[in-house]
């Protein structure tokens, strides 16, 4: 009788984590896909502009992401040009993958025509090693670090701003933390008038 209890309590505790476990992947699966509505648009601040395009390419992932940063005063000239593809990763937790287009000259049409990245395969792309992030729910929005201090990122979303850093230990939210030597490491743009989140 007492091992049949013992195992019943097993059983009941393994039901119950693995119910957390759901739980927890259906959260991250709902907050990927708020972030997924919220962070396409065109940015911009005095000097640059960055383009975040949504992508139907069916062949990379689900919410896959063309990230372009260009001059504010002509978009002819790209300072970067990422694909990021964003997922659920193991523990949960809402992972971005960052590549490059090994043929950019190609696909540079593709914010005018977004339906030229339909055809876009993993073959056409080749990846950051290194440059993953891992986003999450913030109280203001969101904030994605990168995984690796091999290439150091920290994003911010809240709102209509947008905000990165490619500086090493930048704080990943507006919290207590302060700059070294009160410089803010990030660049900071503002949602264009009149692009839709």
Same mark, same amino acid.
């Given at each position: 009788m007492?091992?049949l209890?013992?195992?019943?309590?097993?059983l009941?505790?393994?039901?119950l984590?693995?119910?957390?476990?759901?739980?927890?992947a259906?959260?991250?699966?709902?907050?990927?896909?708020?972030?997924?509505?919220q962070?396409p648009?065109?940015?911009?601040?005095?000097?640059q502009? #960055?383009?975040?395009?949504r992508l139907?390419?069916?062949? *990379?992932? @689900?919410?896959?992401?063309y990230v372009?940063?260009? =001059?504010? +005063?002509?978009s002819?000239?790209?300072?970067?040009e990422?694909?990021?593809?964003?997922?659920?990763?193991?523990?949960?937790r809402?992972r971005?993958?960052?590549?490059? #287009?090994?043929?950019?000259d190609?696909?540079?049409?593709? *914010?005018? @025509?977004?339906?030229?990245?339909?055809?876009?395969l =993993?073959r +056409?792309?080749?990846?950051?090693?290194?440059?993953?992030?891992?986003w999450?729910?913030?109280?203001?929005?969101?904030t994605?670090?990168?995984?690796?201090?091999?290439?150091p990122?920290t994003?911010?979303?809240?709102?209509?701003?947008?905000?990165?850093?490619?500086?090493?230990?930048?704080?990943?939210?507006?919290?207590?933390a302060?700059?070294t030597?009160g410089?803010?490491?990030?660049?900071?743009?503002r949602?264009?008038a009149?692009?839709?989140?």
């Amino acid at each position: 009788m007492l091992a049949l209890l013992a195992a019943g309590a097993v059983l009941g505790g393994a039901v119950l984590g693995l119910s957390a476990c759901t739980s927890q992947a259906d959260l991250r699966k709902a907050e990927l896909d708020t972030l997924a509505l919220q962070l396409p648009g065109e940015y911009r601040n005095q000097h640059q502009t #960055l383009t975040i395009l949504r992508l139907a390419a069916p062949m *990379v992932g @689900d919410q896959v992401f063309y990230v372009r940063e260009t =001059m504010g +005063d002509d978009s002819r000239r790209v300072i970067s040009e990422r694909v990021w593809n964003l997922d659920i990763a193991a523990g949960a937790r809402i992972r971005a993958i960052a590549y490059v #287009l090994d043929e950019p000259d190609h696909w540079r049409g593709g *914010v005018e @025509d977004p339906d030229l990245f339909r055809s876009l395969l =993993m073959r +056409d792309l080749r990846s950051l090693p290194g440059c993953e992030m891992l986003w999450q729910k913030s109280p203001g929005g969101y904030t994605a670090t990168s995984t690796n201090a091999f290439c150091p990122q920290t994003w911010r979303l809240e709102g209509d701003e947008l905000s990165f850093s490619d500086k090493p230990g930048a704080p990943a939210s507006n919290g207590s933390a302060v700059p070294t030597a009160g410089i803010d490491p990030y660049f900071h743009f503002r949602r264009s008038a009149g692009a839709q989140p």
